[in-house]
């Protein structure tokens, strides 16, 4: 049992799988090609990460008293839902532009008004993308600001292309900005600005 359940934590959930839409292929191929002169890099991403951040973050911000037999179940939300029903995507960055692009598909279960997206979800994936654009920049942070303008619906199980891009840092402070695109490039679905705060070892988090 241990063993299953160590493989499953371990899986790389950015990988295809058949859930996944001829777009995201053909996307997720065109990008793994970029990655072959090591401009881009793919972002693997597990349900839970074991990553030296993760410890990090565990044993510098962690007050213990969060920690408990249930919390020590957690896992990350966008991993949580079996394949296709929820956040299929894949990150990958490029160091020298300071930039994430994730490739999504949000499947049947986030569904909002009928046939679309629930915004809440949106504003999931795009805070894992920022986030994570920030992190890769600023290391263990966390979000203060997130500002999404929704300017057209996303429809459900449609696949789209987030570009996130650091665009300044204030001491602890990087602002980021991310747009989500349709695969032509046509409908600009949102526009979003956010404020991360890298953490403050004098502070943990309470
Ligand atoms: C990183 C986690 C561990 C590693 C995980 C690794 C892998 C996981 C894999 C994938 C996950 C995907 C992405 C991972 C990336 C990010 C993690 C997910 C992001 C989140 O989903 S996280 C949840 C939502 N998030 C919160 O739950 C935070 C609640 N919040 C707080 O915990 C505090 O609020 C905090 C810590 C943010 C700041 O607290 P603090 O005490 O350290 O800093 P302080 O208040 O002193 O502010 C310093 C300067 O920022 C300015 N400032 C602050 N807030 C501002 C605001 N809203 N607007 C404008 N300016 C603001 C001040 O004005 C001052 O500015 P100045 O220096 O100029 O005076």
């Not at 065109?30 to 693997?44: G, T, V």
């Not at 994730?102 to 569904?111: A, D, V």
């Not at 650091?166 to 490039?185: Q, T």
Request: aromatic fraction near 10%.
């Amino acid at each position: 049992r241990l063993f299953s359940s160590e493989k499953l934590t371990q899986r790389d959930h950015s990988l295809p799988n058949p859930s996944w839409s001829k777009d995201l292929r053909l996307l997720f191929d065109q990008f793994m090609k970029k990655c072959e002169d090591s401009s881009w890099k793919r972002l693997p991403s597990y349900k839970c990460e074991s990553s030296q951040r993760v410890q990090d973050f565990k044993t510098h911000f962690l007050d213990p008293k969060f920690m408990n037999e249930q919390t020590v179940h957690g896992q990350l939300f966008t991993r949580s839902f079996e394949d296709g029903l929820g956040f299929e995507y894949a990150m990958f960055c490029n160091d020298a532009e300071k930039r994430i692009v994730c490739l999504f598909q949000g499947g049947p279960y986030l569904q909002g008004v009928p046939g679309f997206l629930h915004g809440g979800a949106i504003a999931t994936i795009i805070d894992a993308t920022t986030g994570m654009t920030a992190l890769l920049a600023g290391g263990i942070v966390m979000t203060a600001n997130l500002n999404i303008n929704f300017k057209r619906p996303i429809p459900l199980c449609s696949t789209v292309v987030l570009n996130s891009q650091l665009d300044k840092v204030e001491g602890r402070k990087f602002f980021v900005s991310c747009n989500i695109h349709s695969v032509d490039g046509k409908t600009l679905y949102s526009e979003t600005t956010g404020l991360f705060i890298k953490l403050d070892p004098d502070k943990r988090l309470k």
